[in-house]
């Protein structure tokens, strides 16, 4: 191998092209398994990020279930999730567009089932003795007919011959999972209010089904207001599971004579937050036994509960990251990443841990050796606590920066904000790290995996606990020589996107930020942002008006002139979540104020870029506008933005 080509970070020729973000790649998610029958959905990039629906039969054959044109979301919750259902030749899929559930036709074609209403469905469920479905829907017809007000969500019944809704369960402003037991007998789902999100505290209930369908009295079995309870499912033999947390942990239980039995107590988190419907991360194997995804530690891990009383094992395989896990016998199948492995449909034994790929998420392949590979770093933060993330070297087989150089660092977090780091192979993080900067992934208080004490530290302290923790982090490194102080920068989307904006506005340490879909003023977002997030931060901040004055304190929109860097924010334009006035708001001040900054706005794109073409330009436009704040050649033929004010630095 040829000795390294001695270049200054930033200007590294790297082995990851920018078209790597879209060409070949797919999203994968809800994972269905039956009867050596694969299901899942894959959301395309070159089909404008439309979802489709792929069966792959036990022979390996892969078939696209949904026509071209048709995307298979759900948008109850506006985030969406379990939009589709497959029962023996029964397929049921929600159309993005309309809202509408549809049939799928042997041929491919689609038969509308659900009423032309504003009516959105997911989280079907078939009830197959009485010739239904069951379903959560929003209903948003009363906003559209007086103008005003919330979305109105219940538990339904649809039939399968006519269409027909019918009501089941209402009166509270969210109802999730619901989920029939195995003799058909019983119904289990979850039921909360505002202002709780899901991990605030939700309500399990159950009720029996009467003979006619309806449902008899309800009772809540498990969880409160302030009682996180998720992921309710009956095993085999009709036990009812759900995971919760009285030990501090999302753990496994089962109801046992009307009481939450504990199946293991460990220091893992045995649920995602609920951002999405539809997160599978347990199953039953037919001995009895329990296979299940945890989180600790910044990781995944599979472990094996049962059937044995107390008996635990971490099943022994290479994966980080593990979600919508489904089982098939004893085999099950889930969608796995590690740090070298991009997002796949894995097939896996979980008595050996031996697994199949079935689909890549990517079709292109790599030298191991080019993958910069994180490590786990935890580090002091304010108040002499401890917060965590994932740290990425530069990495480049064939180049090297001159000797004393350090590496610019890029800060990012994630969305949520409850949520977490990933561990998993992500081409945006190689992007940058075979270009020669390093790359921070913090974990901050308020994130899911490390337990219930740490998610709660977020609570009331949104702008404030985040910000410190991405501050410190960036610091910490600084003080270690690890990083160019100098040639700091911070990104992300959504939440995260409010990170950076707090960070370049109410912070100096950075010098350069990039905002996706990021919120810059509290005020306007809980005016302006859908059902499910409307009472969010009640939580986070504190509730409105009462605390106008910390919504207020906390927007970077109201404090434009303590802007510290240049700022470049890329915003979709059919966004609900985080609406373009938004981002405009933004702009418009650092226009005035004069200082540095690049605005693009993608027409089409929603709350999370899909299209090729979109995911292209903007990692390039946040490429060359590092390249232009920090003073590097950037090596890609790409088209520059223009930084406005720029030359006035």
């Known amino acids: 191998m040829r000795e390294p080509t001695i270049a200054p970070y930033g200007e590294w020729e790297s082995p990851f092209p920018t078209s790597l973000l879209a060409a070949g790649v797919v999203t994968l998610g809800e994972v269905r398994a039956r009867d050596g029958v694969r299901w899942w959905l894959e959301g395309r990039p070159d089909e404008k990020g439309r979802q489709v629906l792929v069966r792959r039969a036990p022979d390996g054959t892969e078939t696209r279930l949904t026509p071209e044109g048709f995307n298979a979301r759900s948008r109850v919750h506006e985030y969406g999730g379990a939009a589709y259902i497959v029962d023996d030749d029964l397929v049921i899929v929600s159309d993005f567009d309309s809202g509408r559930l549809n049939r799928v036709g042997a041929g491919g074609e689609l038969r509308p089932l659900t009423p032309e209403r504003p009516w959105r469905f997911a989280d079907v469920v078939v009830d197959r003795p009485r010739n239904r479905l069951l379903a959560i829907r929003e209903d ?17 019944a649809i039939d399968l011959a006519t269409g027909e809704v019918t009501v089941l369960v209402s009166g509270t402003d969210f109802i999730a999972a619901p989920r029939l037991s195995p003799a058909g007998d019983q119904l289990a789902w979850l039921e909360w209010s505002h202002p709780n999100l899901p991990w605030d505290g939700t309500e399990l209930r159950l009720a029996n089904v009467v003979a006619d369908g309806t449902l008899g009295e309800a009772t809540t079995v498990a969880g409160s ?11 085999l033999d009709g036990v009812l599971h759900f995971v919760a947390e009285p030990t501090g942990w999302m753990n496994i239980h089962r109801l046992v004579d009307g009481k939450a039995e504990l199946v293991a107590e460990l220091d893992a988190e045995f649920t995602p937050p609920d951002w999405l419907f539809g997160f599978s991360s347990s199953g039953f194997l037919p001995n009895g036994a ?8 910044g990781q995944d891990r599979l472990y094996r509960l049962g059937p044995k009383a107390g008996r635990v094992v971490i099943v022994d395989v290479p994966f980080t990251e593990m979600a919508y896990l489904a089982v098939d016998g004893d085999r099950i199948v889930l969608r796995a990443a590690s740090p070298t492995s991009p997002p796949a449909v894995v097939e896996l034994d979980p008595e050996s841990g031996a697994w199949t790929v079935l689909r890549q998420s990517m079709s292109t392949t790599f030298d191991p050796a080019d993958i910069a590979v994180p490590k786990p770093v935890e580090f002091p933060t304010t108040g002499d606590r401890t917060a965590f993330g994932l740290l990425y070297a530069p990495h480049n087989q064939a180049f090297r920066s001159p000797d004393g150089d350090l590496p610019p660092l890029i800060v990012t977090s994630h969305g949520g904000p409850t949520a977490a780091a990933t561990a998993a192979f992500q081409v945006a993080t190689q992007l940058f790290t075979s270009r020669g900067f390093a790359v ?8 899911t995996g490390y337990g219930r004490d740490y998610r709660k530290r977020l609570e009331g302290e949104w702008g404030v606990v985040d910000l410190d923790d991405c501050v410190n982090g960036a610091r910490g490194l600084v003080a270690e020589r690890l990083v160019d102080g100098e040639r700091l920068a911070i990104r992300g989307g959504s939440a995260s996107g409010y990170t950076t904006l707090c960070a370049v506005t109410f912070s100096e340490t950075f010098g350069a930020g990039t905002s996706y879909f990021g919120i810059g003023d509290l ?7 859908h059902k499910f997030e409307s009472r969010y931060l009640d939580r986070l901040v504190g509730p409105y008006p009462e605390r106008k004055d910390l919504y207020h304190a906390r927007s970077p929109l109201n404090f434009t002139d303590q802007i510290s860097c240049p700022v470049l924010i890329l915003q979709g334009a059919e966004d609900r979540i985080v609406p373009p006035a938004q981002a405009e708001q933004i ?4 226009f005035e104020k004069r200082l540095p900054h ?3 706005l993608f027409p089409g794109e929603d709350h999370g870029f899909r299209s090729a073409e979109t995911i ?3 990692f390039e436009a946040e490429l060359s506008f590092y390249g232009q704040i920090f003073g590097f050649r950037v090596a890609d033929q790409i088209e520059p933005i223009v930084v406005e004010f720029l030359e006035s630095r």
């Open 140 to 156: 948003h017809e009363p906003a559209t007919i007086e103008g005003h007000g919330e979305a109105e969500n219940s538990l339904v």
């Open 225 to 235: 207001s302030t009682d996180w309870i998720a992921q309710p499912r009956w095993s």
């Open 290 to 297: 329990i296979v299940a995804i945890g989180r600790s530690g």
């Open 440 to 447: 921070l992934d913090v974990d901050y208080g308020g994130s």
């Open 523 to 529: 005020e306007t977002f809980i005016a302006q942002t």
């Open 587 to 590: 702009v418009d001040a650092l």
């Open 598 to 600: 690049a605005y693009l």
């Open 616 to 618: 292209v330009r903007s």
